[in-house]
């Protein structure tokens, strides 16, 4: 089971579920301000949940690294088989090394001992970095590398590249060496460096040994958000390596060179920071739901909780970054980021389009210890449904693709095909439909669920600069109303193009933007309409009946 479940807090409920007790879900309220009590607000739901509990935004971030191995054989239950096992854990990572270059990797050639009881690289493995040299690689002495808004360098504990997001590691190789030289010296200390504040730029620093990360931004975002981006960076080499590996590996050799381990992911880190650029779901730690009605959602859910194996953990249904339906394994809570890693998994890659995949993916905040195996495959090729269903069995192949089979045997039967294409047509709803004359956008967040809706951007936010420029200010007022020093609850800020307004509360976050014409006394009565339209819609915006199996 996930360590945020057993890492018991005194606002949890005895079983890890989500769930209020005293029968507070039969209890929603049906004011202008509905469900200031969590559980009982718009798109909390009613039987359970999905996700591990993630009350706040600060519990998203919180380190449990190692914590998989302290946990008993009990609570560990439906996770990987033998994940302590290196042997294993190297099988399953060629598997994914042929995944993303179509060439098999063996870890124990990679880190052979060399002459002298040292380790060396393999000649595959230079052969291997021949191959993915390709990536074009942006000169660094040029005003245009300097110029990007963020960039992001990943180094390990000896100093030594790991990944870039501009430019070329050996390049930046002397650079990288200061980074590492400003933590030690600090270390030296005893203190431990967290940011550095210049000149407009925010450098933060993240170390989750035997790594170290860096950004060096100059947006709207807080310290706090940066460093919960990187975060996302380590879960992802997390999600490629598992936890257990990477530290033997630096084990056996601190300066290590982890980019041969690595080449061929770049893509996959380059994706996950495009979509940390424009998609809000990871400023809000959260996931969208596809809009579908609730009849079509329950019968696609039914489908897919029927169509079950022994070893599957989690089966689920999504259209491009929006969930449309997840059913996992009782006891078993999937986490907001190992979803998010996912998505960015997928839609990285065209590949999973041409049939069906099997390769290995640690969730680092379910486990970060072991490999599960997730079957991949898109239902039809002109369907954006992909269907991901993830198996503790790394043999178990077959027997999971004859689940795919029967859950598409279930859909027709069902007759809900139609509905999907017809949802799939418009997978955004649009501001208009909620009928307040000055909203233009808003984002609305339930913290019990772990979901939150947002419509379509549309005009006057049609360029892509209008767009960064919106999720700009929703990280501006994020990152004052989750200060860590002094959080606010209500913020109404005024600018020059629009006006904007955020609500924190126990139960769910909402950010809206108006017209600069609007008032404040207007923003708070379209704040009322708006809460009791999201009621109205939610059994379509949400995921409201979970289902097990």
């Known amino acids: 089971m996930a360590a945020d479940v057993h890492k018991k807090k005194s606002w949890e409920v005895p079983n890890g579920s989500l769930a209020p007790g005293?029968?507070?879900?039969?209890?929603?309220?049906?004011?202008?301000?509905?469900?200031?009590?969590?559980?009982?607000?718009?798109?909390?739901?009613?039987?359970?949940?999905?996700?591990?509990?993630?009350?706040?935004?600060?519990?998203?971030?919180?380190?449990?690294?190692?914590?998989?191995?302290?946990r008993s054989p009990e609570e560990r239950r439906g996770e990987p088989a033998e994940q302590s096992s290196m042997e294993q854990i190297s099988k399953d990572f060629s598997e994914l090394s042929t995944q993303l270059t179509g060439m098999a990797l063996d870890l124990d050639e990679e880190m052979r001992a060399g002459k002298e009881g040292k380790l060396e690289p393999s000649p595959q493995s230079t052969r291997r970095d021949s191959v993915l040299s390709?990536?074009?690689?942006?000169?660094?002495?040029?005003?245009?590398?300097?110029?990007?808004?963020?960039?992001?360098?990943?180094?390990?504990?000896?100093?030594?590249?790991?990944y870039s997001r501009y430019g070329s590691e050996e390049a930046l190789s002397s650079t990288m060496g200061?980074?590492?030289?400003?933590?030690?010296?600090?270390?030296?200390?005893?203190?431990?460096?967290?940011?550095?504040?210049?000149?407009?730029?925010?450098?933060?620093?993240?170390?989750?040994?035997?790594?170290?990360?860096?950004?060096?931004?100059?947006?709207?975002?807080?310290?706090?958000?940066?460093?919960?981006?990187?975060?996302?960076i380590y879960y992802q080499i997390l999600s490629l390596l598992t936890w257990t590996q990477l530290n033997h590996i630096f084990q056996q050799k601190q300066n290590y060179d982890l980019r041969r381990l690595l080449a061929g992911s770049e893509r996959i880190t380059d994706n996950l920071l495009d979509l940390m650029a424009h998609d809000p779901s990871f400023l809000m730690g959260a996931v969208r739901c596809l809009p579908l009605?609730?009849?079509?959602?329950?019968?696609?859910?039914?489908?897919?909780?029927?169509?079950?194996?022994?070893?599957?953990?989690?089966?689920?249904?999504?259209?491009g970054n929006q969930l449309v339906?997840?059913?996992?394994?009782?006891?078993?809570?999937?986490?907001?980021?190992?979803?998010?890693?996912?998505?960015?998994?997928?839609?990285?890659s065209s590949s999973f389009r041409e049939g069906e995949a099997w390769t290995p993916i640690c969730l680092p905040k379910f486990n970060s210890s072991g490999f599960f195996h997730a079957h991949i495959s898109y239902l039809e090729q002109e369907m954006d449904l992909c269907l991901l269903l993830v198996s503790t069995d790394r043999e178990d192949f077959f027997t999971v693709s004859d689940c795919k089979r029967r859950f598409q045997e279930r859909?027709?039967?069902?007759?809900?095909?139609?509905?999907?294409h017809e949802a799939l047509r418009t997978p955004f709803?649009?501001?208009?439909?909620v009928g307040i004359p000055d909203l233009r956008h808003f984002i609305y967040k339930s913290k019990s669920s772990g979901l939150f809706t947002s419509p379509e951007i549309e005009?006057?936010?049609?360029?892509?600069?209008?767009?960064?420029?919106?999720?700009?200010?929703?990280?501006?007022?994020?990152s004052r109303a989750h200060n860590s020093s002094r959080p606010l609850k209500n913020i109404y800020f005024t600018g020059p193009r629009e006006n904007l307004l955020a609500w924190v509360t126990n139960a769910f976050e909402l950010y809206v933007c108006y017209s600069p014409l609007g008032t404040k006394a207007g923003a708070i009565n379209a704040v009322n309409k708006l809460m009791k339209w999201i009621r109205k819609e939610e059994d379509r915006l949400f995921i409201l009946t979970p289902q097990t199996y």
């Open 429 to 433: 709803y649009s501001v208009a439909q």
């Open 293 to 319: 009605a609730a009849s079509v959602r329950d019968a696609v859910s039914s489908s897919l909780q029927q169509a079950k194996a022994k070893s599957l953990v989690f089966s689920i249904l999504l259209s």
């Open 178 to 232: 200061v980074m590492m030289a400003l933590v030690s010296f600090l270390e030296a200390e005893k203190n431990a460096i967290r940011s550095i504040h210049a000149d407009g730029y925010k450098v933060v620093f993240v170390r989750r040994s035997p790594l170290v990360l860096v950004a060096v931004a100059r947006t709207r975002q807080s310290e706090q958000e940066i460093a919960h981006e990187l975060l996302y």
């Open 22 to 70: 005293d029968g507070q879900h039969t209890e929603r309220s049906e004011s202008p301000t509905p469900g200031l009590a969590q559980g009982t607000e718009p798109g909390a739901g009613q039987e359970g949940a999905m996700f591990v509990h993630t009350r706040s935004y600060e519990d998203l971030t919180s380190p449990e690294d190692g914590a998989a191995a302290a």
């Open 134 to 162: 390709g990536k074009e690689e942006e000169d660094v002495t040029m005003d245009a590398w300097r110029s990007h808004r963020k960039h992001v360098f990943v180094l390990s504990e000896a100093g030594k590249p790991v």
């Open 325 to 348: 339906s997840l059913v996992r394994k009782k006891d078993q809570f999937l986490h907001p980021i190992d979803l998010h890693l996912l998505f960015n998994l997928i839609s990285s």
């Open 459 to 478: 005009a006057p936010y049609v360029q892509e600069e209008e767009k960064e420029r919106l999720l700009g200010l929703y990280q501006y007022l994020h």
């Open 411 to 420: 859909l027709r039967r069902r007759g809900v095909q139609h509905a999907l």
